[in-house]
């Protein structure tokens, strides 16, 4: 460090994040009090868009490749060097393994390189704490010491309950996550990978009531998710519309492109979906009440989503904190974030013995 970065140097410890658990390079530089430095989310959807949806054997060559110049740029932005950082934190499961593997192996190595301290980190765990994360150039919040966390993700549809730093799971999806359900019925329309945002923004032109879906419970009463169900409901009314001759112009994403009732009944679909998260939310809170929600994952971006959980929590006097837009999809500043929470419980892996699992339960 120069002698003037060395006036202004971030609060201790200076933490290095890698994710490289699915399809995104990301590395992140963070102050000790968990101010954002540089959060660089290098995206591999060119390389994985011919094929529409993520090819695991691309995905880690890329990581590969991407690697140096991610971390370049990060360190060059937090203008700070490699021998400033003291603390190392990486993805250790689930995911894509060997994805993970080879963030997994490039963090372990940095560290042991370092000298310095290790933390090999639940990627939900990354998202879980991560509506904590500040604004530009804010330090993170402190985590309440009991809320309920949902994540909704590509490959998951969760709530926990975090209490003292516990992590206990009290729903989860027993077959599809939303995020993937909005891929596929996305895919079936043409729409390019990730379908989900596209979906989104073309649900916000259609009107729900046009074309309503039900929402699946599950038969035995408990909280747990479902949506194999809504997407089968929503791939035979595409099929439906298909045969009256109402299809998605091919490559089109434009909603004033396509026709109206493929529009309401993508409306019809989020509308649903959404819906089933607020009556397994409700099913939790009436289970054991919680005054603090927090709100994570990719499909935390949905335009619906934010709108009805900041709804229903506030006709509820329950606090929200949802997470930023910045850090709701794969990024790394999630993951040294959730170092540094361990960092300060006082909990550090041995670099020589982390390994990576592409199943792996939450529970801390
Ligand atoms: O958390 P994330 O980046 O990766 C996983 O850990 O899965 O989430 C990616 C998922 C994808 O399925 C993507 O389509 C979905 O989040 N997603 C959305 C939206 N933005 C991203 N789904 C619905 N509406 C959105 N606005
Ligand atoms: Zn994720």
Same mark, same amino acid.
């Given at each position: 460090m120069s002698g003037e970065q060395e006036a202004r140097r971030p609060v201790a410890p200076l933490v290095l994040g890698i994710e490289t658990s699915c399809d995104d390079t990301a590395c992140a530089?963070?102050?000790?009090?968990?101010r954002v430095l540089a959060s660089v989310v290098s995206s591999q959807l060119a390389a994985h868009r011919p094929f529409g949806g993520v090819v695991p054997e691309i995905a880690s060559r890329e990581h590969l490749r991407n690697w140096l110049p991610v971390e370049a740029e990060a360190l060059t932005t937090a203008g700070v060097e490699l021998r400033d950082v003291e603390l190392v934190a990486a993805t250790r499961g689930p995911g894509l393994i060997g994805a993970l593997l080879v963030g997994l192996s490039l963090g372990k190595s940095i560290a042991y390189g370092l000298g310095v301290p290790f933390h090999?980190?639940?990627?939900l765990e990354?998202?879980?704490?991560?509506?904590?994360?500040?604004?530009?150039?804010?330090p993170a919040a402190a985590p309440p010491e009991s809320f309920a966390g949902l994540v909704v993700s590509g490959g998951h549809t969760s709530v926990y309950r975090v209490d003292a730093e516990r992590v206990a799971t009290v729903a989860e999806t027993r077959d599809d996550a939303m995020g993937?359900?909005?891929?596929?019925?996305?895919?079936?329309?043409?729409l390019p990978y990730p379908q989900g945002p596209v979906v989104d923004v073309l649900a916000e032109a259609g009107d729900p009531a046009a074309h309503p879906f039900s929402i699946a419970a599950c038969?035995?009463?408990?909280?747990?998710?479902?949506?194999?169900?809504?997407?089968?409901?929503?791939?035979?009314a595409i099929e439906a519309l298909e045969r009256r001759g109402i299809e998605a112009p091919p490559g089109e994403t434009a909603s004033d492109a396509m026709p109206g009732e493929l529009i309401d009944l993508l409306a019809g679909f989020r509308a649903a979906a959404v819906g089933q998260i607020l009556d397994r939310l409700e099913r939790v809170l009436a %289970?054991? !009440?919680? #005054?603090?929600?927090?709100?994570?994952?990719?499909?935390?971006?949905?335009? /619906?989503?934010?709108?009805?959980?900041?709804?229903?929590?506030?006709?509820?006097?329950?606090?929200?904190?949802?997470v930023a837009l910045a850090y709701s999809g794969d990024n790394a500043g999630m993951i040294a974030h959730?170092?540094?929470?361990?960092?300060? %419980?006082? !909990?550090? #892996?041995?670099?020589?013995?982390?390994?990576?699992?592409?199943?792996?339960? /939450?529970?801390v």
């Open positions: 530089v963070m102050a000790g009090d968990g090999a980190i639940h990627h990354g998202h879980l704490y991560s509506p904590f994360l500040g604004g530009p150039g804010e993937e359900v909005f891929d596929k019925v996305g895919k079936r329309l043409g038969s035995d009463g408990s909280a747990d998710f479902s949506y194999s169900g809504l997407k089968s409901q929503a791939l035979l %289970a054991n !009440r919680f #005054d603090h929600l927090a709100v994570s994952g990719g499909v935390a971006a949905n335009r /619906l989503l934010r709108r009805e959980v900041a709804r229903w929590c506030a006709e509820r006097g329950i606090e929200l904190s949802l959730a170092a540094l929470l361990r960092h300060r %419980a006082g !909990r550090a #892996d041995d670099p020589l013995d982390a390994e990576a699992a592409s199943r792996l339960p /939450l529970e």
